[in-house]
């Protein structure tokens, strides 16, 4: 008899984007007329850039023929692509990356819902509240947590670090022990990001405590203050305690292309239980290697044109493009008497809902009133409630004119 992975029945019902995308389609059927302005959404909407779509087509064109043909790539991703991260992303900030370091892969979502493989079976997390559902989620799946408990609206076993006002939305180490810390800096959905000195608490403890800390930086391409780091590893000790995620779907646009990395430091280990440590980077290296035969070479191409020249100032325009609606809405929304956080260092504005509404509440009065879209702060934990992400990611037009409706309903006097 097949029985199946209970841990799977354990998962509440995360339909957020469903919920959304049906009251939506609702609302139109009603409202056949109405111009919806979606700024609910966290995908990007410009087009890959023009040096990126060279470097695919010569990629395609190699492909089709005998002599320049590939098959199986290495599973870690291609010398050429692992050479321009280290190069790009580190060494231009004074941190030195071996290749050996670098796991090429096809998304920050599967690296991040996969590291957890290489440590114990019964380890225990904590997690930002509100964050990014897949750590959370994932980590449910492979059985490292316990039920979900009603009373409460989270899940027993879990360390949930509360992000708010009262700590700029900015997570604070646990005093409960565990053992592997997810941060996202800059954080979806907050918007908000930790500096330098902020994160190098974080290291702090995660050295004292022998902690893992899991930090996805997928945003590191849209932070603007000097103050906020755009590698983990910028700070001294980071390589000992940190596994860094990064992607190329919000810095490149290739949410639909697909490519990420991970990396895994010489320096970081995990320990066996009678106390030795083990490096990690060779068993992520098996776990690649045996799970996964890696990203497309054409994809590989494409993410090593990002660090060209002409690939780079083409990009850093799109996400100059996005953090200026991301201004917009900010100071649009601020000017209306809205608090916002967020929108300096990343793509999202997080704006507190008026006179105490649940976010589900203010989700449906914008809908009604202003026909904009918008993702409720409860979907992504229980310190969400009260609050609305709001992103970048939309056109300049649009930004500005769901702005305007919204401010002219005068929702604060
Ligand atoms: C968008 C996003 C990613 C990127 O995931 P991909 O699978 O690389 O597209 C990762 N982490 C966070 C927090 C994100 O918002």
Redesign the pocket.
Known sequence: MASVNENYLKLQGSYLFQTIAKKVDAYTKAHPEAKIIRLGI?DVTRPIVPAIVEAMHKAVDEMGKAETFRGYGPEQGYEFLREAIVKGDFKSRGVDIDPGEVFVS???????ACIQEIFGSDLKFAVSDPV?P?YLDSNIMFGHTGPWNEAKGTYDGVVYLPCSPENGFKPVPPKEKVDLVYL?NPS?PTGTAMTKEELGSWVDYARREKVVLIY?A??EAYITETSVPHTIYEIEGAKDVAIE?R????CAG??GV???YVIVPHALVAYKKDGTAVELNPLWNRRQGTFTNGTAYIIQRAAEAYYSEEGHKECMADVDYYMTNAHIIRDGLKAAGFTVYGATNSPYAWIETPKGMKSWELFDLLLEKANVVTTPGSGFGPHGEGYLRLTAFGTRENTEEAVKRIQALHLIQ
């Open positions: 966290g096809d998304g920050a979502k599967t690296d991040s990014y897949v996202c979806n996805d997928a945003y995620l992607s190329y779907s919000k290739f949410t697909r490519c990420s």
